[in-house]
């Protein structure tokens, strides 16, 4: 590979089950993440991609089968246990902290580190990849728009200095221009060595991110490949680009 990636696995899903009582949301998923690469999840509503990113950040109860990162079961683990070795989620909807300004925004997101120098660093570099964030630093993140606050979710977690960020539906919502802004954030963050998980209904810019894909129908990974692969693929030009 001439990129960034590499043959390292940095996350290894195996055999994953997910239940919410009797529903099972996630059946039998066996989904990897090379070192350096953007990997995109797509699906339909309801087919378990959130489940699957949660169940990652130790954030869903019921699981069964075996999350590996770096090489380390982290199946098990606590929530701000996986944080800190280095999985960041920006959740579906943003979840910024709308009474917050945006600086405590992103004070907020480096709470597993102790490096407070490091920190202010930190934030100047989001500001750099996000603009708009600095001018409006002291906005409460409540009276952002729904692009900005896209932005604040995705810098504040990076203040975690994450290698493996998982993003959940980043252009839900927002018009096209502010779509491919964020996807040229995501571009930059990969291309400075963070590895990604992209979860998304809109498959066309997300196979146009990413370097693999895999697509997701009612718990369970139906495709599989490289983005050129899915992108020529008749169930994902049909369902998810409209081509017939
Ligand atoms: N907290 C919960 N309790 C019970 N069932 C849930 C819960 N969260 C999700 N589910 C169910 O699990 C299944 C998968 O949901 P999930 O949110 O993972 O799908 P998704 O692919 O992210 O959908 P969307 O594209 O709408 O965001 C759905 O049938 C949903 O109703
Ligand atoms: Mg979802």
Redesign the pocket.
């Known amino acids: 590979m001439t990129d960034g990636r590499s043959k390292q696995k940095i996350l290894e899903i195996d055999g994953l089950h997910v239940s919410?009582g009797v529903?099972q949301?996630v059946k039998q998923l066996s989904l990897d993440i090379y070192s350096g690469e953007i990997v995109a999840l797509i699906?339909t509503?309801?087919?378990?991609?959130?489940?699957t990113l949660r169940s990652i950040s130790g954030l869903v109860g019921d699981t069964r089968g075996r999350i590996l990162f770096a090489g380390r079961d982290i199946t098990k683990l606590e929530p701000h246990r996986i944080v800190k070795l280095g999985i960041s989620q920006v959740p579906?909807g943003r979840g910024v902290f709308p009474d917050l300004t945006v600086l405590d925004n992103l004070r907020l997101g480096a709470y597993v580190r102790r490096d407070r120098a490091e920190i202010s660093a930190d934030i100047h570099k989001m500001y750099q990849l996000f603009p708009r964030l600095e001018e409006r630093k002291k906005q409460l993140a409540g009276t952002l728009s729904g692009g900005e606050q896209q932005m604040l979710a995705i810098a504040r977690a990076l203040m975690a200095r994450p290698r493996l960020l998982l993003l959940d539906?980043p252009s839900m919502g927002l018009a096209p221009l502010m779509v491919k802004e964020i996807y040229a954030a995501i571009r930059q963050i990969n291309q400075d060595g963070v590895s990604v998980l992209l979860v998304e209904?809109n498959a066309r810019m997300a196979l146009a991110a990413a370097h693999r894909g895999y697509v997701m129908e009612t718990g369970s990974i139906v495709v599989q490949g490289t983005a050129e692969e899915l992108r020529s693929n008749d169930v994902v030009k049909s369902v998810y680009l409209g081509i017939n």
């Open positions: 919410y529903i949301a699906g509503n309801g087919s378990g991609k959130t489940t579906e539906e209904q």
